[in-house]
């Protein structure tokens, strides 16, 4: 995976005891333990236009883990060095997404609904968005073996 980047399988509890029969998917979601930090904000993103590409940016210090609970999307992760392209569509797979990580989120299905969650509050200051000012900062952050 691409440095300061991992996928994350959630718990799928698909049979609920006692009850007989499929009784759909429940996938619970506990902080810091099967997200690796503290939990201080959710959002969603849904209903994106077809061919719409979101992120175009980095973060400095944020964490996050993207889970897609509806549909499809996939996300582009990239740093100087590296680049994959992930597909979320499971409720149970998260992508966790570090510091210094580029990310464009595309291929939206139309009924995609994209969760994510953060480590910290919104914040403007921590986004990097012009992206030959992030290639200078992240050459150095992962050369130096940050
Ligand atoms: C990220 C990817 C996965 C807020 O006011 N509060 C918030 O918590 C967020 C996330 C955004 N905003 C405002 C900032 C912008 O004026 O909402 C507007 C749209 O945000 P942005 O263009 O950054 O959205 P995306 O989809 O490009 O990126 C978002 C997150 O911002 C970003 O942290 O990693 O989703």
């Keep these: 995976m691409v440095s300061n980047t991992r996928l994350i399988e959630f718990k799928d509890i698909k049979n609920t005891e006692s009850r007989d029969g499929y ?25 994106v236009p077809e061919g719409q590409v979101r992120g175009f940016h980095s973060h400095n210090d944020l964490e996050q883990v993207l889970i897609c609970l509806h549909g499809s999307v996939t996300v582009k992760i990239s740093t100087p060095f590296e680049e994959e392209h992930i597909v979320l569509d499971r409720l149970n797979k998260g992508l ?17 609904v994209l969760l994510v969650l953060a480590s910290k509050h919104y914040d403007e200051a921590d986004y990097i968005r012009d992206y030959p000012a992030y290639c200078r900062q992240a050459e150095g952050y992962f050369k130096g073996g940050e």
């Design 96 to 112: 966790y997404i570090g510091p210094m990580v580029w990310r464009e989120m595309y291929d939206f299905s139309q009924d995609a």
């Design 23 to 47: 009784m759909g998917h429940l996938v619970p979601i506990e902080a810091e333990s099967d997200i690796p930090f503290a939990i201080n904000r959710i959002y969603y993103i849904a209903d």
